[in-house]
């Protein structure tokens, strides 16, 4: 699993934050709203993995993400208006909508982990 690749920020950010290659930076993660490349549009790495690598590992950042989200918004809310019905739909409101807003994010950084620890391919 070691590889000689050293992760950096700017790395982790490029693929992270602006979807891009995390071998070479230039080419697209996505294809479409979700659907990564199977390799990239640049340099020819591997995107895909092994089959079904990049399943879990961003559902269960999302959910994680989701899930702290509607925390916040629940301390938040409840603490300044105290139990209400309104609170809970708020708060699973916030939840779903984290979830759904930060999955390329998620699935972003599952495709520059999986690089950084050598699951996908590297020239």
């Known amino acids: ?37 199977t390799t990239c549009e640049a340099c020819g790495a591997d995107l895909e993995g092994l089959h079904g690598a990049h399943f879990g590992g961003p559902i269960i950042l999302g959910y994680a993400v989701g899930g702290l989200a509607g925390l916040a918004a629940f301390a938040l809310l409840f603490w300044r208006f105290g139990y209400a019905p309104w609170v809970l739909w708020t708060t699973l409101l916030v939840a779903v909508a984290a979830i759904v807003l930060t999955f390329r ?16 391919g590297q020239d």
């Open 1 to 37: 699993m070691p590889t000689d690749h050293r992760p950096a920020l700017r790395d982790f950010l490029r693929t992270t934050f602006h979807h891009r290659c995390p071998h070479c930076g230039e080419g697209p993660l996505f294809q479409g709203a979700y659907t990564l490349h």
């Open 105 to 120: 994010h998620c699935k972003a950084f599952w495709t520059w982990w999986l690089w950084v620890t050598g699951e996908l």
